[in-house]
C-alpha cells in the first residue's frame, strides 16, 4: 500500500493526520480479514462457522466506510499491478515544492500470478484418513491466542432484551451537554458501566463505542475540555474496546481527525445509527398523550391575538420540549409535521436533533422546486446583486453540492456557507468580516438560526451597506431568489 501525501503545512497537517489514521486503519481491517479467512479455514462447528462469517460481514462494511471516509476527506483509491520480484516495501511519496494535493490509496495485485512447479503424480495411497474432528468454541479461543488483536467469538452470547438494555444506555446518555464538565461527568459514568455492554450485537457495541468517542472529543477539542478525568475516561474507553474488540472506532486515537467535518456531527452520525426499541405500552400510551397535547395546542397559533402570541409560543415550545422529554423520538414525522412553521422557536441545545428532521423534512420541496423551475434568466433585474459578488450563507447545516448549486446558479464570485449550530463565535466572524468590508451580501436562512442572527449581523450590514436578505424556510435556488427579488431594490444594483 503506497500512498501520496502533500507537503507539510496549512491544511497538509490534517492530510497528514488524515492519512495515518486511515492507513493504520486499513492495514488493521485487512490484518483481521486475513486471520478471519484463516480461521474459516479450520474444521470449525456449523454454528461457530456462522459467527465468524457474521463478523466476516461485519468487517466488509468496516472497510468500505473506511474507504469512502478517505474518499471524502480528499483523498482517492487505485487499483493497479506490481511487479513482485522488483516491489519494495510500502514508501510514502514526498511532493517537495509542490502545492498541496489529496493523498492517494494505491492497492496493488500481483502483475501476474505466481508461477507454482507442477508436482510429480502420486501412487493412490490405500489408507484412509479420518476427517478431523470440529473444533469446539474452546478449540477456537485457543487458536485465538495465536492472533492478538484478532476477533474474538464471545461465548455468553447476545441476551435475549438487549434492546432494554441499549435504552437504558441511551437514557444514562440522554443529550450532548453544552456544559464541558457536565458532559464529561455524564459520559464518564456511562464508560465506568461498559461491562454490560457485552450483551449488545457487536455492531451496537462498536456504535456505542463511536458515539461515546465522539462525544468526549467534542469535550475536548470543541469545549476546551482537559485534565485527569478526561485522560481517565479515554483510556477505560480504550481498554475495554482493545479487550472486546467490537470494531474500529476513529477518534481513540489523539491523531485522528473527524469524519464529517467535526465531533459534533460525527456524534450526532453514530446517534442515528443506534437502533430504535419498541416502547412498552405504557410508554406507548403516553408518546401518544403528548403529541396529542401538541396538535391540540398547534391551533392556538390560529386564534391567540397579536399581543398573546409570544405567551402562545413559549407554551408550544414547552409542550415540545416537554413531549421530546416523554418518550417521542425527535424524529417522530407526527411532531416534525406539528413543528415545521415553526422552526424559529427551536434553537435549543434540547431540540438538537428536531432542527436536524426539520431541516431534512424541508429539503425535498427545496430539491422539487430547484429541479422544475427554469434558470434565471439573461436579463434577470436582479444580476447585478448576485453576480460576481463576495456572498456568505448563514445558518443550518453547510451542505456543499447545495452551496455550489447556489454559487453557480447566481453568478457568485465565491459563496460560503457558515454554519451556526451552537456556534455563536461564527456569527461574531461573519459580523467582522461585514464591517471589514470582505463581504458584499449576506443571505440569512431563517429556519435554520435563532434570533441572535439577526441582532448580530444585520446592524453591521446596515451600518456598512452590504445588501443582505432573509430566506423564511429552506435554502433551494427559487427560495433564494424569491428572498433576494423580496428585499433588494434591482434599481440600485451596483
Known amino acids: 500500500m503506497n500512498t501520496a501525501r502533500p507537503e507539510a503545512g496549512g491544511k497538509t497537517g490534517a492530510f497528514q493526520a488524515s492519512r495515518e489514521a486511515n492507513t493504520g486503519r486499513l492495514g488493521d481491517l485487512l490484518l483481521r480479514a486475513g486471520r478471519l479467512q484463516r480461521w474459516l479455514a479450520q ?263 397579536a399581543e398573546a402570541m409570544e405567551a402562545v409560543a413559549a407554551q408550544f415550545r414547552t409542550l415540545v420540549r416537554k413531549a421530546i422529554e416523554g418518550g417521542v423520538r425527535a424524529t417522530d414525522p407526527r411532531l416534525v409535521k406539528l413543528c415545521a412553521a415553526r422552526v424559529e422557536l427551536f434553537d435549543g441545545p434540547e431540540f438538537r436533533y428536531l432542527r436536524r428532521a426539520l431541516r431534512e423534512e424541508a429539503e425535498p420541496a427545496d430539491v422539487d422546486d430547484d429541479e422544475k423551475a427554469p434558470a434565471l434568466p439573461p436579463d434577470w433585474a436582479w444580476w447585478g446583486r448576485t453576480r460576481y459578488r463576495r456572498g456568505v450563507l448563514v445558518g443550518g447545516d453547510p451542505r456543499e453540492l447545495n452551496r455550489e448549486r447556489l454559487e453557480r446558479a447566481f453568478g457568485f464570485a465565491e459563496l460560503e456557507w457558515v454554519g451556526t449550530e451552537f456556534k455563536r463565535n461564527n456569527l461574531q466572524t461573519v459580523r467582522d468580516r461585514v464591517r471589514a468590508g470582505k463581504l458584499d451580501i449576506v443571505i440569512i436562512l431563517g429556519a435554520f438560526v435563532g434570533h441572535d442572527a439577526d441582532e448580530v449581523i444585520l446592524p453591521a450590514a446596515r451600518e456598512c451597506g452590504v445588501d443582505w436578505v432573509h430566506v423564511d424556510k429552506g435554502y433551494g435556488i427559487v427560495r433564494v431568489r424569491r428572498a433576494i427579488e423580496r428585499f433588494l431594490d434591482p434599481l440600485a444594483s451596483r
Do not use: C
Request: hydrophobic residues 40%; proline residues 9%; negative net charge.
Open 43 to 305: 474444521p470449525i462447528e456449523a454454528d461457530l462457522r456462522a459467527q465468524l462469517v457474521d463478523d466476516q460481514r461485519r468487517l466488509a462494511d468496516e472497510l468500505l466506510e473506511a474507504l469512502v471516509s478517505w474518499v471524502d476527506l480528499g483523498g482517492t483509491v487505485t487499483l493497479g499491478e506490481v511487479d513482485l520480484d522488483r516491489a519494495g516495501p510500502p514508501v510514502v511519496v514526498e511532493r517537495k515544492g509542490a502545492p498541496p494535493a489529496p493523498p492517494v490509496v494505491v492497492v496493488t495485485a500481483p502483475l501476474a500470478p505466481p508461477v507454482r512447479e507442477p508436482r510429480e503424480p502420486r501412487e493412490p495411497s490405500a489408507v484412509v484418513v479420518a476427517r478431523p474432528p470440529s473444533a469446539s468454541g474452546d478449540a477456537l479461543r485457543s487458536l485465538a491466542k495465536h492472533f492478538e488483536a484478532g476477533s474474538q467469538v464471545k461465548s455468553e452470547g447476545i441476551a435475549a432484551n438487549w434492546e432494554e438494555m441499549l435504552a437504558k444506555v441511551v437514557a444514562d446518555l440522554g443529550v450532548p451537554g453544552e456544559d464541558g464538565d457536565a458532559e464529561l461527568l455524564v459520559l464518564q459514568n456511562v464508560v465506568r458501566d461498559a461491562d454490560r455492554w457485552r450483551a449488545l450485537p457487536r455492531e451496537v457495541q462498536r456504535t456505542l463505542v463511536g458515539l461515546i468517542t465522539a462525544r468526549l472529543r467534542r469535550s475536548q477539542d470543541e469545549m476546551g475540555v482537559s485534565g485527569t478525568r478526561l485522560d481517565d475516561t479515554f483510556s477505560m474507553l480504550s481498554a475495554w474496546s482493545k479487550r472486546e474488540q467490537p470494531g474500529w472506532v476513529n477518534g481513540l486515537s489523539r491523531g485522528h481527525v473527524p469524519t464529517r467535518g467535526s465531533w459534533t456531527a460525527d456524534a450526532e452520525a453514530y446517534a442515528a445509527r443506534l437502533p430504535r426499541a419498541e416502547p412498552p405500552p405504557a410508554a406507548k400510551e403516553n408518546i401518544e398523550r403528548q403529541l396529542s397535547a401538541v396538535s391540540a395546542f398547534a391551533t392556538e397559533f390560529d386564534t391567540a391575538p
